[in-house]
């Protein structure tokens, strides 16, 4: 590979090749099948009996954001969005301790439970975190995103969406060298931008510089939510090299915890980024491969 087809092969575009178009003619029709979601029935109606309706969404679609979530205390399984091909026959999607299979053909879907005493006692909090987690642990190519999103976006309610994401540092186009700090940055739908200057604050996460694209799950999602005018941010990590993702955590933890505290989601915050989620997620990433499979 030449440095002329390594800039293709890394750097996103909005342009598609006569011959690109052709050759995915034929099994376009596969990439616009919706997503497969499945519930826990008795737990959703027992939780949202009018229907699946939070007051925040956190979506993560890389290795490190989803360490991150699958290590946040008090969740509890509601639901799982299966790759393509993927049945529940004889299958079952929890382990026999309660928790969700390491998998790499399975999107786990938490809610948040009863809140420990420590973060209920919080100042404004309630006795339930009003968040859904979704934990994206397959890697979806970038021609199936946009019906992934609509297919899970469309199932569930929320008032403010987030997004944590990666790319890679060949793709950054801005300041900053991702060898020696850590880079993360924010990109927010207009609703979300109208939202934080009518509360006179501005985006605790430096937004992301011009000239950079980002694309696959994480622009799916964000565009879905621009389009309808949902309140939306996509927090994007800048990856060199594997090794440095648990140095990336701790950016990614601290920098969510000051964008769901903007949003007053402070019990949240404190539920989700603690020394102790951290430590679990880090032993996690040295036991989770990345994945190379695309569905």
């Known amino acids: 590979m030449d440095i002329f087809e390594q800039a293709d092969a890394f750097t996103p575009n909005r342009a598609v090749l006569q011959e690109e178009e052709e050759a995915a003619a034929s099994c376009a029709g596969s990439y616009l099948r919706p997503a497969l979601c499945v519930w826990n029935k008795r737990l959703s109606k027992q939780l949202y009996p009018e229907g699946l309706s939070c007051k925040s969404l956190i979506i993560a679609t890389c290795p490190t954001s989803c360490a991150l979530l699958r290590a946040?205390?008090?969740?509890?399984?509601?639901?799982?969005?299966l790759a393509p091909g993927v049945g529940l026959a004889g299958n079952s999607l929890v382990s026999g301790a309660g928790d969700m299979l390491a998998s790499d053909k399975v999107c786990p879907i938490y809610t948040l439970r009863q809140a420990p005493l420590e973060i209920a006692a919080l100042a404004g909090s309630t006795l339930h975190v009003d968040v859904l987690l979704v934990c994206c642990q397959y890697e979806v190519a970038r021609e199936r995103a946009p019906a992934w999103a609509r297919s899970v976006m469309g199932q569930i309610s929320c008032g403010h969406a987030v997004f944590l994401g990666a790319m890679a540092a060949e793709q950054f186009r801005g300041q900053g060298d991702a060898s020696q700090e850590e880079l993360i940055f924010a990109l927010q739908t207009s609703a979300s931008q109208q939202q934080r200057l009518q509360a006179g604050g501005?985006?605790?996460v430096p937004l992301l510089p011009t000239g950079t694209v980002v694309g696959g799950l994480p622009a799916s999602l964000l565009s879905y939510c621009q389009v309808r005018g949902a309140a939306a941010d996509l927090l994007v990590m800048v990856e060199m090299v594997l090794e440095g993702r648990p140095a990336l955590l701790e950016a990614l933890?601290?920098?969510?915890?000051?964008?769901?505290g903007s949003r007053g989601l402070d019990a949240a915050a404190a539920a989700m980024c603690n020394n102790a989620v951290l430590a679990a997620a880090r032993k996690g990433l040295g036991?989770?491969?990345?994945?190379d499979a695309y569905v």
Do not use: F
């Not at 933890?253 to 769901?260: D, I, M, P």
């Not at 036991?287 to 994945?291: F, I």
């Open 72 to 81: 946040v205390a008090n969740k509890q399984l509601l639901g799982a969005v």
């Open 202 to 204: 501005r985006s605790p």
């Open 253 to 260: 933890s601290a920098a969510l915890g000051q964008l769901l």
């Open 287 to 291: 036991t989770v491969a990345a994945c």
